[in-house]
Nanobody
Framework: QVQLVESGGGLVQSGGSLRLSCAAS????????MGWFRQAPGKQRELVAV???????TTLDSVKGRFTISTDNAQNMVYLQMSGLKPEDTAVYFC????????????WGQGTQVTVSS
């Protein structure tokens, strides 16, 4: 059974930092494209950053230079380091895995809330 469990969300003041963690089980993150998405109230879910076979890309223009995705293959963990947080970063953040060998295999975590106060 595949599980992605996020942690590390919370309430932070504008300009602060948080590190989100995603613990993966039932899959090897090295065999997946691992991503972080976020969804703010009333908005569509959007891709923030993705790591594929060790290559990390921050895809969302509004967070480039502030957010960084990283992985620890030995621990099967994925992280999202967020700095310079802004109120508009407030959202539920989701960990995502997409198999590199079968694109139909896509998994989601339950999400972790990040709230940035002004």
């Amino acid at each position: 059974q595949v599980q992605l469990v996020e942690s590390g969300g919370g309430l932070v003041q504008s300009g602060g930092s948080l590190r989100l963690s995603c613990a993966a089980s039932g899959i090897s993150i090295g065999a997946n494209a691992m991503g972080w998405f976020r969804q703010a109230p009333g908005k569509q879910r959007e891709l923030v950053a993705v790591n594929t076979r060790g290559e990390s890309i921050t895809t969302l223009d509004s967070v480039k230079g502030r957010f960084t995705i990283s992985t620890d293959n030995a621990q099967n963990m994925v992280y999202l380091q967020m700095s310079g947080l802004k109120p508009e970063d407030t959202a539920v953040y989701f960990c995502n895995a997409r198999s590199l060998y079968n694109s139909a295999k896509v998994y989601w975590g339950q999400g972790t809330q990040v709230t940035v106060s002004s």
